[in-house]
């Protein structure tokens, strides 16, 4: 009896090899890459060389421009080897890179953060049409996409912009940005006030 128990443990530790069926889903700057956390964590959990990981991918994004959050899907094998799958950028950080700005709106719908023309829009569907997501989508549906996302941000569509009316809305919404971080702040402190 105790022989067929030691058997059965020894066989249990041969075929216990965990088989992650959901890929790993992760936003990874391009470029920066680092074994430590948040990336590292994750990556050591399902057994993936975390060293090899970030060399492997700090090699693909070289050619990017440093810090661009890259969509990522890792798929892993039995084997510890591991499947890395890029797309472009997220729709949101191109709608904000053409309007010029760091941070969207913070009240969507009733606050203008900033404006793009429908040129940008196009522009920002033809880059997004590349990404197998998007594979046998219509131009027309993406472009919604991008006009949905854009509202998300705060950012006004409209047919066409000048550099005055940037300039402009840019200078007013300094001020409107400056007292939103200034509140925040006040929140913060009274909640960690409140906690001491």
Request: net charge positive; proline share 7%; glycine share 6%.
């Amino acid at each position: 009896m105790s022989k067929t128990v030691s058997r059965l443990k020894s066989s249990k530790k041969v075929i216990e090899k965990i088989i992650h069926t959901t890929p790993m889903k992760s936003y990874i700057p391009a470029g920066m890459a680092i074994p430590g956390p948040p990336l590292g964590p994750q990556l050591g959990q399902r057994g993936v060389n975390i060293a090899a990981f970030c060399k492997d991918f700090n090699e693909k994004t070289k050619d990017i421009k440093e810090g661009i959050p890259i969509p990522c899907k890792i798929s892993l094998n039995p084997d510890r080897t591991y499947t890395l799958i890029m797309i472009n950028p997220p729709i949101s950080y191109y709608v904000k890179q053409a309007a010029g700005l760091d941070r969207g709106a913070m009240k969507n719908g009733s606050e203008v953060a900033g404006i793009i023309s429908l040129k940008h829009v196009y522009e920002i569907a033809k880059i997004k049409s590349q990404d197998h997501l998007y594979d046998c989508v219509p131009m027309q549906k993406i472009c919604a996409d991008v006009i949905h996302s854009a509202f998300t941000c705060g950012v006004k569509v409209v047919p066409r912009v000048t550099e005055q009316e940037i300039a402009r809305l840019q200078d007013q919404r300094k001020v409107v940005v400056e007292q939103q971080i200034a509140e925040l702040e006040e929140k913060r402190q009274a909640k960690l006030l409140r906690t001491a």
